[in-house]
Every structure is written in structure tokens, then in C-alpha cells.
């Protein structure tokens, strides 16, 4: 018994050494230790021993129990620190990684854009609309003095959806729908698409943007339109920018001008982005037509207005010196975190 004893002992602490961790500690206490374990079934031979040998074996019993014991305790907390070890390894942060950051995204240069020309219109009293993109025949010509057969239908090659129905060539058609909700006075711009079917290039696109805008009062006169028209540009681009008013044509207004500012590229000396004119022309306007005004049910007589349409994207490639407006829509990530 002696003996069994020894080798329990030597065998425990064996084990004890090559065990891996926590568990196996445990695994090796309940074996030697517990109820069923080995030192418990050694002490249950006891009564087979003499009254002599019985005390000496009890006492080694005990020893080698509290040995192992002994060596358990020192495993497991070895274990414990070791495992702790690894975690907190694990768990270390790494202060010098680069950190992960969000990325903020930017506006597109055609909404920073249009939300200066908010901003200026909204100083002088505009408020802003909103229009159909897909309109009727009706708004986006007809009552814009447009009837069938007429020549100016030629300048806006047109999507048609039905004989009827069709995507705006020009935010124009909104002037149309807010005359006839409101009365005067009226003081609003309209931003949005308008569509044409026209061949992609540099300059063209058959989706692009206006931002249409529409006075109507008593006694507004060409003075009203230029002040206002020469103000935003001037915003736009620079108070030293020279602004130009050219006699022009549309069917709804009478008179009609478009309106060009200095190259602000070459600063009116004329180069490739002013196509060597010195000029770049940003809009067309005109005094509301009396019959567009009357087809509204407003009085001509009593009332006059201007109206103008100013091309967003030219406005915007211009401000920002981009050569190709095919940018303005391709959304290359490249291209748009520059704004
Ligand atoms: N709708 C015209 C175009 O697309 C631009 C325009 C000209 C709008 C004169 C107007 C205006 O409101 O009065 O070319």
C-alpha cells in the first residue's frame, strides 16, 4: 500500500506537469482527489491493514493527499495567470494602427451649386418649387406659346412617352403650373432635370439641369429682370465679372435675351473654355409673353413678369473649370472627392 501510494503520488505529479490547462488540472484533482478518486479508494482498503500498520498508513495517506493537493493549488493558479495572460494578449489594443474612420461624404458639385443659387435667389425674396419631370405636352409647349407645327419645337428635340406625354425639355413648364395656383405677386425659382435627345459629348447630355425662375407683379419691367439677373451672376462669379445681355428669341417671352458673363476662365481675353469669345452664356430670360401671362389667367394689362432659365450644369462646369459635363454624371469617386 505503501508503494501504491508512492506511485499515485509520483504518477499525479506527472500528469499534473504535462497538463495544458485549467481544465485538465481539474480533470487530474477529481481523478486523484475525489470521491471516486484514487487516494479515496487506497483509504478504503484501510480496514484490511493491522491495528500497527493502519495509523502509519493513515498518516502517509494524508501526506500524499495534501502533496497533491498541495500541487494542484500551485497548477491551477499557473493556469489561471497563464490564460489571463493570453486574454489580456488577445485583448491588447494596438495604439499605433491607424484608426478606422467613417468617410464623409461631400455634395456633388451640381448641389453645391444650386444651393448657392438658393441661397441668392432666397436673399431676394424667391421662394422654391418643385415641377413634374414628366409633363404634358400642354405645360412643357402649349401654353408655354408653343402650339403644334411651331418652328421653335425643332430647338428641343423632345422624348415623347405618348402622343402626350413627355419629359420636360425645360423646367419652364413649371412657370405654367405656379401661375395658375397662385396669384401675384409671385417670386420663385424651380431647379430640376429636363431631358433632351441629344447625343452625349462634352457639352451635351440628354439629362442635365436648369433652374427655372419666374417673377409676376404690377409694374416689373426689364430694369426688374436685369438688376436681379446681374446680381446672381455676380454672385456666382465674382463681383468683377462683366455681365451681357443679347437680344434673343423664345415663344414665351417678348422681349427675349440671353444672357452671357466674362470667360471666368481667361477673364474675357478668350480661350478654349470660352471657345476664344471671351463670353460664356448662362441663360436665356425674357419678359413674360402677355399671352402666356393670359393663358394663366393673369390680366397683361394689370400684371407683367419676368422669366428666366439658367443652365445648371454650364453654370457649374464654369465655376469649377471642369472640360467635360459627362463628369457631372458618370459619379467617379475620384472625380467627386475633389469637391
Ligand atoms: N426654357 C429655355 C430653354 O430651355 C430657357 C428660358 C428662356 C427660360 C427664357 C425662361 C425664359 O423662363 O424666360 O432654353
Same mark, same amino acid.
Given at each position: ?8 503520488? &509520483?504518477? %499525479?505529479? /506527472? ?16 481523478? $486523484? ?37 498541495? %500541487? ?66 400642354? $405645360?412643357?409647349?402649349? /401654353?408655354?406659346? &408653343? ?12 422624348? $415623347? ?32 432635370? #429636363? $431631358? ?14 436648369? #433652374?427655372?425662375?419666374?417673377? &409676376? ?25 462683366? #455681365? ?43 419678359? &413674360? ?17 419676368? %422669366? ?32
Amino acid at each position: 500500500m505503501q508503494q501504491k501510494l508512492e506511485e499515485i503520488r &509520483v504518477a %499525479a505529479k /506527472a500528469e499534473l506537469a504535462a497538463a495544458e490547462d485549467a481544465k485538465a488540472v481539474d480533470d487530474l484533482r477529481v481523478r $486523484y482527489l475525489g470521491k471516486k478518486g484514487e487516494i479515496t479508494a487506497i483509504l478504503k482498503q484501510m480496514g484490511s491493514l493491522s491495528a500497527e500498520e493502519r495509523p502509519k498508513m493513515g498518516q502517509l495517506a494524508n501526506e500524499v493527499r495534501a502533496d497533491i493537493e498541495n %500541487a494542484i493549488a500551485v497548477a491551477m493558479s499557473e493556469m489561471n495567470a497563464k490564460a489571463l495572460k493570453l486574454r489580456l494578449e488577445k485583448e491588447a489594443l494596438d495604439v499605433s494602427i491607424p484608426g478606422k474612420t467613417d468617410e464623409v461624404g461631400s455634395l456633388h458639385p451640381l448641389n453645391s451649386t444650386l444651393n448657392k443659387l438658393i441661397d441668392i435667389f432666397k436673399s431676394m425674396g424667391f421662394d422654391v418649387v418643385d415641377g413634374p419631370e414628366i409633363e404634358t405636352d400642354y $405645360y412643357n409647349f402649349e /401654353a408655354l406659346n &408653343v402650339p403644334q407645327d411651331h418652328p421653335a419645337r425643332d430647338m428641343q428635340d423632345t422624348f $415623347y412617352l405618348t402622343e402626350n406625354m413627355l419629359l420636360r425639355t425645360q423646367t419652364s413648364a413649371t412657370q405654367i403650373r405656379t401661375m395658375e395656383k397662385r396669384t401675384p405677386p409671385i417670386r420663385m425659382i424651380c431647379p430640376g432635370r #429636363v $431631358y433632351r435627345s441629344d447625343d452625349v459629348d462634352a457639352t451635351h447630355s440628354p439629362v442635365f439641369h436648369q #433652374v427655372e425662375g419666374l417673377v &409676376v407683379d404690377k409694374g416689373i419691367t426689364m430694369c426688374d429682370l436685369k438688376g436681379t439677373l446681374e446680381t446672381m451672376a455676380k454672385e456666382i462669379y465674382g463681383s468683377d465679372t462683366k #455681365v451681357k445681355f443679347r437680344p434673343s428669341f423664345f415663344p414665351f417671352t417678348e422681349p427675349s435675351v440671353e444672357v452671357d458673363v466674362s470667360c471666368s476662365e481667361c477673364g474675357g481675353k478668350g480661350c478654349r473654355v470660352c471657345k476664344g469669345s471671351g463670353w460664356i452664356e448662362i441663360l436665356g430670360a425674357g419678359m &413674360v409673353h402677355p399671352k402666356v401671362l393670359a393663358g394663366c389667367g393673369i390680366d397683361p394689362e394689370e400684371y407683367s413678369g419676368f %422669366a428666366f432659365g439658367i443652365g445648371l450644369d454650364r453654370l457649374t462646369t464654369t465655376r469649377h473649370k471642369i472640360s467635360d459635363i459627362r463628369l457631372l454624371f458618370e459619379n467617379d469617386l475620384r472625380f467627386l472627392k475633389q469637391f
